[in-house]
Nanobody, 122 residues
Framework: QVQLVESGGGLVQPGGSLRLSCVASGDTLRYYAMGWFRQAPGKEREGVSCMSSSGGVTYYADSVKGRFTISRDIAKNTVYLQMNSLNPEDTAVYYC???????????????WGRGTQVTVSS
């Protein structure tokens, strides 16, 4: 079973950028559809972006489309989430997870890590 460690979060001003990393161990990400999720205080966890196991399919929630980019480096067994033009509504704990099923709007994750906190504030 793959284990995941997220990093790259922090405090950033509105309009700023962050790049989150998700390093996998125990298996290669080549075989997994992967997703990024986030959970804001008092809200349910929501899917933000995902990538199919082939890397050929990606999905972005409407709230992040055009601002966030998911990518992966198979050699480093790492999935990234580049986040630009951040706003306070992006404040949340961000998690990566392998998906149950494929990458789509109905993305569902499993095997959660500890996440990384992203705070957007002036």
């Amino acid at each position: 079973q793959v284990q995941l460690v997220e990093s790259g979060g922090g405090l950033v001003q509105p309009g700023g950028s962050l790049r989150l990393s998700c390093v996998a161990s125990g298996d290669t990400l080549r075989y997994y559809a992967m997703g990024w999720f986030r959970q804001a205080p008092g809200k349910e966890r929501e899917g933000v972006s995902c990538m199919s196991s082939s890397g050929g399919v990606t999905y972005y929630a409407d709230s992040v489309k055009g601002r966030f980019t998911i990518s992966r480096d198979i050699a480093k067994n790492t999935v990234y989430l580049q986040m630009n033009s951040l706003n306070p509504e992006d404040t949340a704990v961000y998690y990566c997870a392998p998906l149950v099923g494929g990458c789509s709007r109905q993305m569902r994750g499993r095997g959660w890590g500890r996440g990384t906190q992203v705070t957007v504030s002036s």
